[in-house]
């Protein structure tokens, strides 16, 4: 039996032409706790529920209806004011359901996730408790910080590096982590990078916070080598930073400077990045490849002409996209997109990276495919530094993962 507590205190709008079916829909909610659950037939009758009762939570629907079908309503939904999150289900092929998905996110609206019939309790429930546990929280109404309250956070440390695991599927060691930059507001809690990495790059000052991360990053990770991980740091790396023809040099004294060697350190490029200001980008990053640093293509898969910077850049290593990772389940151009990126990374002889990894069946399919590397919430959400180390130490793999 599904555990009640998946839907419970939640409200609900099972949008379903079939009857049976959408009576099928009705009882598993309220068999998992569900606080009210709305049923409509069509999209235009849900949509008059939504207008009257605007505290929906979670609306299901079928795609194929008459009169208003769910493309329709979606975008009615998704053009009004309110905070409904959207699971859709439907028998269509899995990736016309994946379009549907991303259009419904470009509306505006958030995705619980896309199931392909039959709806079971399993289906359900995994996504009620991935809406329950999303990878990724947005800040509600994220204030606006000026550049001048960032660079000041920056210098008084309240910028810090939050570290979420690599994880090798053949040994399920973690190999290696990367930085994530979390700001320690003193009046708003824990900032996510969305609401300050933009405001600075946008004003072509980047640069002190990311040589700010590689330092601290670098400290960290020598601490996981003081206790005997070999776990390498990864740092993302800036498109102002890449234009700086002096970065290759400042980078490799500050990583001397924290104990550990420009072999533990991968720098993490976006594809945006990589195809810009191409000159200065290949003069930095082939310096910093044969002054021993890793290089990682980020988000591969969504930028411009990844085959060419893979061929261009001296790349040590290829994360794909977690939204490739995401809909592969389901099949279609996500599923070729992953296995594609995986077999390139082969050929090329570099490390294949997955990211947001969130579901055993994510993993499941990963390892069917010969994935070498996984990361995601799955295995451990990003801790701060102190935080990661513990949470190490007690991993089933940490005796084998040691030096």
């Not at 470009?106 to 079971?120: C, E, F, Q, S």
Request: with cysteine.
């Amino acid at each position: 039996m599904e555990k009640a507590s998946r839907a419970e205190g939640l409200r609900f709008l099972v949008v379903e032409d079939q009857g049976f079916q959408r009576w099928a829909v009705e009882q598993m909610l309220r068999g998992m706790g569900a606080g009210e659950v709305y049923t409509a037939a069509d999209g235009k009758e849900a949509l008059d529920i939504v207008r009257r009762d605007k505290a929906i939570d979670i609306i299901v629907t079928d795609l194929n209806m008459p009169g208003m079908d769910g493309i329709e309503f979606i975008r009615h939904v998704g053009q009004s004011a309110t905070h409904a999150s959207f699971l859709l289900v439907s028998g269509q092929d899995p990736s016309l359901i994946a379009s549907v998905g991303a259009m419904t996110e470009a509306y505006g609206a958030r995705l619980v996730d896309t199931i392909h019939k039959p709806l079971t309790a399993q289906k359900l429930g995994a996504a009620l408790e991935r809406y329950r546990n999303p990878e990724v929280t947005p800040d509600a109404a994220p204030p606006a910080y000026t550049v001048a309250e960032i660079e000041a956070a920056v210098r008084k440390g309240e910028i810090e590096p939050w570290f979420q695991p690599k994880i090798s599927l053949a040994t399920q060691e973690v190999v290696g982590a990367e930085a994530l930059a979390r700001w320690r507001h003193p009046l708003h809690g824990v900032v996510r990078p969305a609401s300050f990495v933009g405001t600075l790059e946008g004003e072509g000052s980047i640069e002190q916070l990311t040589l700010t991360m590689l330092a601290q990053s670098g400290h960290a990770c020598r601490t996981w080598r003081e206790a005997g991980f070999r776990a390498k740091v990864s740092v993302n790396i800036s498109l102002t930073s890449l234009v700086d023809v002096m970065l290759a040099d400042r980078m490799e004294q500050i990583v001397k400077g924290t104990g550990v060697e420009a072999a533990d350190v991968i720098l993490e490029i976006t594809e945006t990045a990589a195809a810009s200001h191409l000159g200065r980008v290949l003069e930095n990053l082939t310096r910093l490849r044969m002054k021993g640093f890793g290089l990682s293509i980020d988000d591969f898969g969504t930028g411009y002409a990844s085959m060419q910077q893979l061929s261009r850049i001296p790349f040590t290593e290829l994360k794909v996209d977690q939204s490739f990772v995401r809909g592969a389940g389901a099949g279609g151009s996500s599923r070729a997109v992953l296995e594609s990126s995986l077999e390139i990374a082969r050929k090329l002889r570099i490390d294949a990276v997955a990211e947001g990894v969130e579901t055993e069946e994510q993993l499941e399919l990963l390892r069917k495919l010969g994935c070498p590397l996984v990361q995601g919430n799955h295995f451990m959400e990003p801790l701060a530094g102190d935080e990661f180390l513990a949470r190490l130490k007690r991993r089933p793999a940490a005796r084998a993962s040691q030096a």
